[in-house]
């Protein structure tokens, strides 16, 4: 980035540059991802910059052993701060805590940063401002007691992002109960454990992302979801949750995102989803059919300002979506204990890219329908006890990748002749386990 400067030029012409229109002071400087290397040197010519607002140098390599002291000078103007992935190591000065303006603080992703407990607590002290905070990835909050975290005035603040991933808490904190601007709140990888708290549900009526996989919970998901019209990313995923899933989670009509996988959930499939495998659960989801891909720059699925992943078997191997389009659509049911027959209205999602039914007990025989899944890639419905033909219909989508493969001594499938020879299907693997 800074390589296409000219210094022969107008600076408010560059690029990552901004300037105020009337004054021509430099206001904001974004190299985010610009390609930096070294140290920031206290008589850099970037600290003399009195009115600059926001600074974002996240993900470059600078490898100088502390933030440097002078980042203080800053302190009656900016307002955003994102050091976050720059390499940073040692001790947080003290001086950060005079950036009193902040509204915005982000030093996630520098994994040898630390931060004194002291000053930790000036910083909440002096910035009255803030509303997004991130700490996580890093040695910060994983040296500060979960005592701090729990005596601390955080509801003083008007947080609206709270990011403390991978920080070694031990408790869920009570300061959390009181944000009611809080918009996201990323507490995943931590060692949090006993029941989630029954006001949980109580956390900012305008909170859009929860993410609290891979954490310790116990107990069970408390019935408190009556005030979550916003919600739409919800992950409790890699805890030790039992019981049902609570019904007040369809008052969520905005989730996008419910991860509730790897943990010990038990009891019918949620009602409120639409009941069990048959064709109301399916005919719910308005948002697999007719989908009109009009949009020339790619979106994905996120849960706030982290692309949502998963692992998802596609064409009998499993593969990692670090990102998903939302033009990607995906059914992934195997390896429960669904019965009874697959339903025809599935046939109706007719923009489903990828059915995996397999291990599972279905029964019956595959539904004709399934050949109006025009866009389907990937079909699996192996490990189960069907029976009967596999669909003529199948042969008239032209790029499927099907397993039939069957869990049971008994089974009949039958491949039509015609199936076998038409040129048209271009099924690179059929998987017929057991006996056809």
Request: aromatic share 8%; net charge negative.
């Amino acid at each position: 980035m800074m390589m296409s400067w000219n210094t022969s030029t107008d600076c408010c012409n560059w690029v990552g540059v901004f300037c105020d229109d009337s004054t021509g002071d430099v206001i904001k400087l974004d190299l985010f991802c610009g390609m930096l290397q070294g140290t920031i040197h206290p008589n850099t010519s970037l600290f003399n910059l009195p009115h600059l607002q926001k600074l974002n140098l996240a993900y470059n390599y600078i490898d100088g052993p502390q933030i440097p002291s002078e980042i203080a000078r800053f302190s009656n103007s900016l307002t955003h701060l994102n050091l976050s992935g720059c390499w940073f190591s040692g001790q947080v000065s003290t001086d950060i805590t005079l950036l009193h303006k902040l509204v915005s603080l982000d030093l996630s992703y520098n994994s040898d940063l630390k931060l004194r407990p002291h000053v930790f607590i000036n910083l909440i002290h002096n910035f009255t401002n803030l509303e997004e905070l991130s700490l996580g990835y890093n040695e910060i909050a994983r040296k500060l007691s979960s005592l701090h975290f729990h005596s601390l005035f955080l509801e003083t603040l008007d947080l609206e992002e709270i990011i403390f991933g991978l920080c070694k808490l031990k408790v869920f904190p009570n300061s959390f109960r009181a944000m009611k601007q809080l918009e996201e709140l990323d507490l995943p990888s931590n060692e949090i454990h006993g029941p989630i708290p029954h006001w949980v549900g109580e956390i900012g009526v305008q909170l859009n992302f929860n993410d609290m996989g891979n954490d310790s919970f116990e107990g069970t998901i408390p019935d408190t979801y009556e005030y979550c019209g916003d919600l739409r990313g919800l992950s409790l995923n890699g805890n030790q949750l039992k019981g049902e899933v609570p019904s007040s989670l369809s008052k969520c009509s905005a989730l996008s995102v419910l991860d509730l996988g790897n943990n010990y959930l038990n009891g019918t499939f949620p009602s409120w989803l639409g009941g069990q495998l048959p064709a109301k659960y399916f005919q719910n989801f308005n948002s697999m059919k007719n989908v009109v891909k009009n949009s020339t720059t790619p979106k994905y699925l996120s849960m706030g300002v982290k692309y949502y992943s998963f692992i998802v078997a596609v064409k009998g191997v499993n593969q990692d979506f670090p990102q998903i389009s939302v033009d990607y659509t995906i059914i992934d049911m195997s390896n429960n204990k669904f019965e009874g027959q697959i339903p025809n209205v599935i046939s109706g999602l007719n923009s489903l890219i990828v059915l995996n039914l397999s291990h599972n007990n279905l029964i019956g025989p595959i539904p004709q329908a399934l050949g109006n899944l025009t866009e389907i890639e990937s079909l699996d419905l192996s490990w189960n006890q069907l029976s009967g033909e596999i669909p003529q219909s199948l042969a008239r989508i032209t790029t499927l990748e099907v397993s039939m493969g069957l869990h049971c001594p008994n089974v009949n499938i039958k491949v039509p002749q015609k199936l076998k020879i038409d040129g048209n299907l271009m099924m690179r693997r059929v998987d017929l386990h057991g006996k056809w």
